[in-house]
T-cell receptor
Framework: ETGVTQSPTHLIKTRGQQVTLRCSSQSGHNTVSWYQQALGQGPQFIFQYYREEENGRGNFPPRFSGLQFPNYSSELNVNALELDDSALYLC???????????FGPGTRLTVL | QKEVEQNSGPLSVPEGAIASLNCTYSDRGSQSFFWYRQYSGKSPELIMFIYSNGDKEDGRFTAQLNKASQYVSLLIRDSQPSDSATYLCAVNPGSARQLTFGSGTQLTVLP
């Protein structure tokens, strides 16, 4: 157990809807990174938050947005859902931006 | 060319054998290297990290790094059926904050 939690575990949405995923980082960790993992692929970096500021972003469109709160928990918001957004969404927590990252259990999103 | 390349497998080894998993990366400035294990339907679990050239051992696992060849490997000694999983190689380039992952190698350990 890494101490990183994510909610919900599973989610089913329809195309065009909006979704919010949540992550609580491991105690003492101030950095949260979000990844998208499609079936059969490695995780792809979405963005990272360090002390409530975005600290790097991958090749994802602006409809993917996020927040980090003062307690270092984080949200990932996806607007205008598309079928290709169906994936496992992973949150990873670390102490500092370049440090070892520990993953939560993930949220499985299905877009119909 | 992908930034981090792994053989997708599947790789099958008999119980008790050594499993060898390989990974190459394209960014010469990469600073740190990680191996994660991912069971089907679960999230990645950190097994090893390595920063310096050479070998690093932790129990049955040995990570090997050769920066000149841009190559990192994971050896699993005395493989067990419980080691059957997908192994993900991840690289942290020095200039970036994120991890760049390979597509993973699926390992099956046969009883």
């Amino acid at each position: 157990e890494t101490g990183v939690t994510q909610s919900p575990t599973h989610l089913i949405k329809t195309r065009g809807q909006q979704v919010t995923l949540r992550c609580s980082s491991q105690s003492g960790h101030n950095t949260v990174s979000w990844y998208q993992q499609a079936l059969g692929q490695g995780p792809q970096f979405i963005f990272q938050y360090y002390r409530e500021e975005e600290n790097g972003r991958g090749n994802f469109p602006p409809r993917f947005s996020g927040l980090q709160f003062p307690n270092y928990s984080s949200e990932l918001n996806v607007n205008a859902l598309e079928l290709d957004d169906s994936a496992l969404y992973l949150c990873a927590s670390s102490l500092g931006g370049g440090d070892t990252q520990y993953f939560g259990p993930g949220t499985r999103l299905t877009v119909l | 060319q992908k930034e981090v390349e792994q053989n997708s497998g599947p790789l099958s080894v008999p119980e008790g054998a050594i499993a060898s998993l390989n990974c190459t990366y394209s960014d010469r400035g990469s600073q740190s290297f990680f191996w994660y294990r991912q069971y089907s339907g679960k999230s990645p679990e950190l097994i090893m990290f390595i920063y310096s050239n050479g070998d690093k051992e932790d129990g049955r696992f040995t990570a090997q790094l050769n920066k000149a060849s841009q190559y990192v490997s994971l050896l699993i000694r005395d493989s067990q059926p419980s080691d059957s999983a997908t192994y993900l190689c991840a690289v942290n380039p020095g200039s970036a904050r994120q991890l760049t992952f390979g597509s993973g190698t699926q390992l099956t350990v046969l009883p």
